[in-house]
């Protein structure tokens, strides 16, 4: 076979490319759309549901009308809360598990947590239980000591708050602040 009836043999051999089956491809799309908005509309339900759940939660506090002087302020994030001692067991109810901005103020009556966008709430002095730098809270996991975890006392429950400064270096003085002013109150019941 000589190099001209190779190349005419090859060019007689070749097939164009199959059409695209655009009604199989755009199922396909309409499919994986349907899909994702499922597993949306679940994960929306699984939230609300955990709300239901945590109903028996009180009402959160709101800071009274003269708080005192601020011995700390601090702008960063929030990160949500749980049940103490189990970093995944995020709260929801009342909007604790919502994420936001966040301006904490430490004064003589308590913990002043405003978060715009997001519902404040005020966690008063002798309802604060320990204060500590931690890696992490559902959902968010840190460097250590990367995360300020406040423990506080709500209903029948222990509630560990996240927080992260924009300054990480506040951190340890917010602990430490903290937790001498819970061994103050303490003391004093």
């Known amino acids: 076979m000589t190099p001209l009836q190779h190349l005419t043999y090859l060019a007689a051999e070749k097939k164009s490319a199959e059409v ?4 199989g491809r755009i199922g396909w799309l309409v499919g994986l759309a349907l899909f994702v908005a499922l597993v ?6 699984g939230w609300k549901w955990r709300g239901t759940l945590q109903g028996d939660l009180p009402e959160l506090p ?6 005192g002087e601020a ?3 601090m702008s960063g994030r929030y990160h949500g809360s749980t049940t103490a001692g189990q970093w995944l ?3 929801v109810a009342h909007g604790l598990g919502t994420r936001s901005r966040v301006e904490l103020t430490l004064t003589d009556a308590g913990l002043d947590v405003v978060r715009p966008g997001a519902t404040d709430f005020f966690v008063p002095a002798e309802q604060l239980r ?3 730098l931690d890696k992490g809270i559902a959902g968010k996991v840190l460097t250590e000591g990367g995360m300020l975890v406040v423990t506080w006392a709500h209903g029948e429950r222990l509630i560990d708050s996240g927080f992260r400064s924009d300054r990480a270096a506040e951190h340890t003085e917010w602990a430490e ?10 003391g004093a019941r």
């Open 20 to 23: 695209t089956d655009w009604a």
């Open 40 to 45: 949306y509309w679940l994960m929306r339900e």
């Open 62 to 67: 709101s800071a009274p009308d003269e708080p």
């Open 71 to 73: 011995r700390l302020t």
């Open 89 to 91: 067991d995020r709260i």
């Open 130 to 132: 320990e204060a500590r």
């Open 177 to 186: 602040t903290l937790n001498h002013m819970i061994n103050k109150t303490e």
